[in-house]
Structures are given as C-alpha cells and as structure tokens.
C-alpha cells in the first residue's frame, strides 16, 4: 500500500512562485505515473498535470502551462510541482496522485489508484 504525503503549499502573492513535493512511502514510485489535482472551494476536482513513469512524458490542462512544470526524482521517491507566477485562480487544495504506467487519458481522476490528503495554496490577489 502506497502513503503519498504532499507538502510545500501555503499562502502568496499573485506572481509568486512556489513548489509542491509529494514523497511517497510503502512503494517505489518509478514504473507508474503520477499526476496532481487541484480543487477549489465548491468546485470539482480538476486536473493539473502529470508525468510519464520515466519522466519523458509530461501533460498540463491549459490554465497552468507555461507556468508550472511538473517534475520527479525516481532515486528519492518525489513528484514535484513547480508553480510560478500564481494567480488567485490557482487558490485549491492540490492532490498528488499514482497509478498504472499504462493509461489513455494521463488527465482522468480514474486512471490513478492512490492518493496523497492534499495541501493547500492560496493566491492573494
């Protein structure tokens, strides 16, 4: 059974930057993908990013492209989540997420098996 443990959220200012890491503990995190997830007060879980089990691959929905970058260290079991130049839009409680390296749609909640408790960002504006 895999523990995913976000952390690195907080509060800043539209236009800052921060980074999200998401350590994972119970299974090694290099043959599977992982993606994170986003969700704001009353609204749906969303899809933020996710990557491929060797890193090659790398998908964003279209709101934070160009501005976050999603990365991983397979040696030390960690997915991470570069944010830069936020904005209050980006405020939600960001989920980090595993699941099987084969899948045909990278952005769908359904296509993951575990999840991390979350970590919350807030934008001010």
């Known amino acids: 059974q895999v523990r995913l443990v976000e952390s690195g959220g907080g509060l800043v200012q539209a236009g800052g930057s921060l980074r999200l890491s998401c350590a994972a503990s119970?299974?090694?995190?290099?043959?599977?993908?992982m993606g994170w997830f986003r969700q704001a007060p009353g609204k749906e879980r969303e899809f933020v990013a996710s990557i491929s089990w060797n890193g090659v691959y790398t998908f964003y929905t279209d709101s934070v492209k160009d501005r976050f970058t999603i990365s991983r260290d397979n040696a030390k079991n960690t997915v991470y989540l570069q944010m830069n130049t936020l904005k209050p839009e980006d405020t939600a409680v960001y989920f980090c997420?595993?699941?099987?390296?084969?899948?045909?749609?990278?952005?769908?909640?359904?296509?993951?098996?575990?999840w991390g408790p979350g970590t919350q960002v807030t934008v001010s504006s």
């Open positions: 997420a595993v699941g099987p390296p084969i899948s045909t749609d990278y952005s769908k909640a359904a296509e993951y098996d575990s």
């Open positions: 119970g299974r090694t995190l290099k043959s599977y993908k």
